[in-house]
C-alpha cells in the first residue's frame, strides 16, 4: 500500500488514503456519468479526512444509502461512499499527482444496480 494524498478544486477538503499504487475503476451509475465522476474503493479504516469537514455536503437520492459528498466552496465531489460499498470511497481525478502508478477502468450499470451487483464480481 502507499499513501495518496488529494482534495477538491479549492482546497477546503484535504483526505489521504492508504491503497494500491494500481487502481481498479469503476463507471457507473446516472448521477456519476452526468458529472464524469469515476471512483475506486477503499475500506473505511483506510482513509482520513485531514481537513474540511465543515467544508462539506451530502447529496442523496434514490436509496439513500449513497453519499455523494462535496466542497460546499468550490463544488468538486472529493469522495463519496457509494452505495455498493457503504464503507469505501475516493474519486482517482481527486488525487495529488506521484502516487498512482496505474489504472484500470471497469464499467459498471448502476442504472439497473441490484441486477449489476448480482453479476459483478469484483465490486465488493
Same mark, same amino acid.
Given at each position: 500500500?502507499?499513501?495518496?494524498? /488529494?482534495?477538491?478544486?479549492?482546497?477546503?477538503?484535504? $483526505?489521504?488514503?492508504?491503497?494500491?499504487?494500481?487502481?481498479?475503476?469503476?463507471?457507473?451509475?446516472?448521477?456519476?456519468?452526468?458529472?464524469?465522476?469515476?471512483?475506486?474503493?477503499?475500506?473505511?479504516?483506510? $482513509?482520513? %479526512?485531514?481537513? /474540511?469537514?465543515?467544508? %462539506?455536503?451530502? #447529496?442523496?437520492?434514490?436509496?439513500?444509502?449513497?453519499?455523494?459528498?462535496?466542497?460546499?466552496?468550490?463544488?468538486?465531489?472529493?469522495? #463519496?461512499?457509494?452505495?455498493?460499498?457503504?464503507? /469505501? #470511497?475516493?474519486?482517482?481525478?481527486?488525487?495529488?499527482?506521484?502516487?498512482?502508478?496505474?489504472?484500470?477502468?471497469?464499467? $459498471?450499470? /448502476?442504472?439497473?444496480?441490484?441486477?449489476?451487483?448480482?453479476?459483478?464480481?469484483?465490486?465488493?
Amino acid at each position: 500500500l502507499v499513501k495518496h494524498t /488529494g482534495g477538491c478544486h479549492c482546497g477546503a477538503v484535504r $483526505f489521504q488514503v492508504w491503497c494500491s499504487p494500481d487502481l481498479h475503476v469503476f463507471h457507473c451509475c446516472s448521477i456519476c456519468t452526468k458529472k464524469q465522476n469515476h471512483h475506486f474503493i477503499v475500506p473505511k479504516n483506510n $482513509f482520513t %479526512l485531514l481537513q /474540511g469537514l465543515d467544508n %462539506l455536503t451530502t #447529496y442523496t437520492f434514490n436509496t439513500h444509502v449513497a453519499k455523494h459528498t462535496f466542497c460546499k466552496i468550490c463544488g468538486v465531489q472529493s469522495f #463519496y461512499t457509494p452505495r455498493s460499498n457503504p464503507d /469505501g #470511497y475516493v474519486a482517482p481525478h481527486c488525487l495529488d499527482p506521484g502516487t498512482v502508478r496505474s489504472v484500470t477502468e471497469e464499467n $459498471f450499470c /448502476g442504472e439497473k444496480w441490484e441486477e449489476s451487483m448480482q453479476a459483478h464480481k469484483s465490486i465488493r
